[in-house]
């Protein structure tokens, strides 16, 4: 199961440069590829304000 990001997110740009597959894409709120997700977590530790789990 891949990472997602929550409606808490603040689209500040953290998670897309810590994510080594480049499976995040920017908007209002950030969205992650599932099918890109390698489950590494690297995103979910960098994130600021909590917003993604899986």
């Known amino acids: 199961m891949a990472y997602v990001i929550g409606s808490d997110c ?13 499976a ?3 908007g209002d ?3 992650i590829n599932p099918d890109e997700c390698t489950e590494c977590g690297t995103c979910a530790d960098a994130c600021p304000s909590g917003a993604i789990s899986l």
């Not at 603040?10 to 480049?22: F, L, Q």
Request: charged letters at 15%; a negative charge; aromatic letters at 6%.
């Open 24 to 26: 995040i894409s920017e």
């Open 10 to 22: 603040v689209a500040c740009g953290t998670c897309i440069d810590e994510c080594p597959v480049g």
């Open 29 to 31: 709120i950030y969205s």
